[in-house]
């Protein structure tokens, strides 16, 4: 027998696993819209040739292709390539309808992507990115507005406890120089930093000498950067010692800082946060939350990437939000309004007789005129049990039946299925109107 | 230099064009959870040999393949194929999910499909498909409720003027049986009574002579199925001539059309309606709208199909609506809300000189509270048609303006962009709320 499993690190999404997706892009699409971000999408696969080379060897070999088709499917070669991520389709679109998009374009795309990882819990190789992107501008306004979008969403999903660190790529730069470590060895020297959080100081002592910093050197390293984020400012402009980028870069972050509204309470500028990619050129930020491994996303300016197609630098400011991580932890925390848990119907209806079928359709669709969600039980129901438990299974909040009695008396019979019990029969030309009222009291 | 268009027969969405499709997708979903149908989304790919051999060799050849990764990427072969329709995935699903899921199943699925078709004007190679299928019963009134559902769905999106073509797969068997069509001749005939719009009566009688069928029995076959759908109950029933298993259809038909609610007005049944898919099983709908080449939805009966995977037949029924389709009719002919054009944003906030930029940010973020979409244009604007052009391509529809004059008078100026004239300038602590009373009086 053939496995009716889904391909191995991809998920079916069945009912109360898309509702949650959809409540959360709801909430995402409402905010990111109210701030101007406008949204696009791209199609599920690229000419192979737009996706090779764009994230490093080790991305190449994670890329699905796509085999040729026709007389070509033998060659064995590929022509085509699945999304592997949001970024490179968003510098493609930029290049081609420059004609057709704002100056300062703020767009945001919400799609899948695919990536042949090796599956492992909570890593998929189909998973959903969520990217809000500025093009167009350098100004800080445009860092201080991500944030508080960002924000805003967070809060409208009812995360309280969120904090969003705030670095700078040439402030890293900067810190590294000052405390020694010579320039080729910054990118080692970063991502050890990088993982102070999960190893503690000696272990990054332990990993620049790995990698041939020396101790005293290390010591600096660790006394730039392991600075209490709370206290980042003024210690932060000591240790600079007046290193001119350095203050320069540490300067633009109090201003984003300064220019953020909801966001500015969650600010902490963290000299530790090195975010792992390399394309980063100013600011960079990530969203913290207490007990949590990891983040709810990233971000930063990148202004050497958005414009590869076009062969010229274009100014540019994203923020990614861990979209899956995101419904998993409001999961955990029983964070979604109860609404969403409200089964497939409110009302099922059943009918005990042939005659009463029509009848039964009838107030159904008059249910649904009422704006409530109702559906016929499609089976003749001599016996009682039976709609019953479909309808408790079907997650109703009410069965109404119609039978031979129900028709002589021109009333409903209505059971109320958490309760357990039956209500006082309805009159047949008010019953819609009151089960409506019985919902929304 | 590098193409940067979508590859051939797919297409980027700009925001307007998601705009629209997610309009009408808001109004299918909300139509579809009314009725108790519940969504549920598969995997972008399948397992090849979930896919291969499902869609006939014509199919296979249009199913996009993915090649096989690492040390095995070489052999050039396929491990996995990109979803070619709805169908095989639910399919797949009911029999994994056998216990999970209710007794009677009812889902719609709205997503992408991919078929390696030669592009073509209005024929993509990525496209929506959008249906809802009810599984497990072989009551009549699922098909009333689909057609319902769906009759529903269309009048919300102000299709005033469509029909519901109603025919019934052993009727159609029964009068070729009548008209003296050999059984291996049905499927031509078939094909050819399912042109009669196209190629006229003249036509289908040239295509059935030219597959080896006699005029006399042309004749007969054209009697039979180019009743005309008003007057088809009677007459049908005479050439019937007490036909048992094709009575019987004509029945049901009957009894499914009798048991429609706000489909019932809009339903023919139609004998010259066939349908290409071969594996209907009983009744079979289509929607026609008046000029319109084609459909905008079609559907029917399918018991042999679902349980594919099971190894025993499922009782479904099911209903493709023609999201792309819609969306072309509903564009050409200005059926969306006007609210959907009304640009990126309402209103733009700029600012004067650099000691205004906080006052502006505050100000877009209390618009922002008011439910209006607002962003601050980056910028400094010391050329104010600058900040006015982008503002009018932004579509906003006003623009607020700060610089010294309005720090000192504790007001905003506020430009009215579609009438092209300023508004008189605005107490700063009311000024928001007066925008957002503006923007929706």
Redesign the interface.
Known sequence: ???????SG??????E???RR?YVIGVVRGVY????Y??????????I??LLGKYGEEGN??I????K??EH??????D?A?RYDLTVPLA??V???QS?L???F??YQIQ?V?R?DRPQKGRFR?FFQCDIDSIG?V?P??E??LL?AVS?VLQALKFNDFTIRLNHRRLLTALLEVAGVPEPSHGDALIAIDKLDKIGEAGVVKELSDKGIDGATAGRVLASFAVPADAAAGTLNLVLQGHGSGTAALKELWTIA??T??AATRIKIDPSLARGLSYYTGAIMEIAAPGLAGSLGGGGRYDNLVGM?L?RNIPACGFSLGLERIIVVMTENNMFPATLNSG??DVVVAFMDEDS??QA??FA?EL?NE?????????LTKKFDKALK?AT??GAKYMAVFGENERASNQVSVRDLLKREALPALPRDRAAGEIARLLTS
Not at 38 to 47: C, S
Not at 64 to 67: E, M, T
């Open positions: 027998m053939q496995s009716t499993k889904p391909p991809t998920r079916d999404f069945l009912p696993d898309i509702r959809e819209e109210r701030y101007g406008e949204p696009l999408e791209t199609p599920a696969f690229e000419n040739e737009t070999k994670l699905f292709k796509i085999l088709r026709g499917e033998a060659s064995g070669s590929a085509m699945l493609r679109v290049a081609e309808y057709k704002p100056a300062i703020k767009r899948p695919w042949a189909e501008s100004s306004i445009v201080a507005e508080d805003d300064g220019l509204t909801s197609f062969g497939a119907v079928k029509s359709i009838a669709s649904r704006r409530v969600r109702a559906e016929v039980y499609p089976e479909a299974g079907r």
